[in-house]
Nanobody
Framework: QVQLVESGGGSVQAGGSLRLSCAAS????????MAWFRQAPGKEREGVAA??????YYHDSVKGRFTISRDNAKNTVYLQMNGVKPEDTAIYYC?????????????????WGQGTQVTVSS
């Protein structure tokens, strides 16, 4: 069964940068959408960014700061986080689907990673 594994999380100072990676255990070019979600303490999980074949989507709070990309040959999705803020602190999860749906809804995605912690200090 396919597994998604996140990496690249850690602690970073406000204004700094971080790049998250999510690798799938099985090779495929057929992911319709891959996405990043995050959940901060006391808050609901929210969609951060998603990427389909030729389209990207971003939550308003990260537009201009975060960039999502994918490498289909490596079965990997990335989240480049620049100009991070303390409010970006959360557990970040990657997700993927072979189908489609609203990008920002958890129910769209069939496969999920275990999450990686990102902590931004002032």
């Amino acid at each position: 069964q396919v597994q998604l594994v996140e990496s690249g999380g850690g602690s970073v100072q406000a204004g700094g940068s971080l790049r998250l990676s999510c690798a799938a255990s099985e090779y495929t070019y057929n992911w319709e959408v891959m996405a990043w979600f995050r959940q901060a303490p006391g808050k609901e999980r929210e969609g951060v960014a998603a990427i389909a074949r030729d389209t990207t989507y971003y939550h308003d709070s990260v537009k201009g700061r975060f960039t999502i990309s994918r490498d289909n040959a490596k079965n990997t999705v990335y989240l480049q986080m620049n100009g991070v803020k303390p409010e970006d602190t959360a557990i970040y999860y990657c997700a993927a689907t072979l189908g489609g749906g609203w990008w920002h809804l958890e129910a769209t995605y069939n496969y999920w990673g275990q999450g990686t912690q990102v902590t931004v200090s002032s």
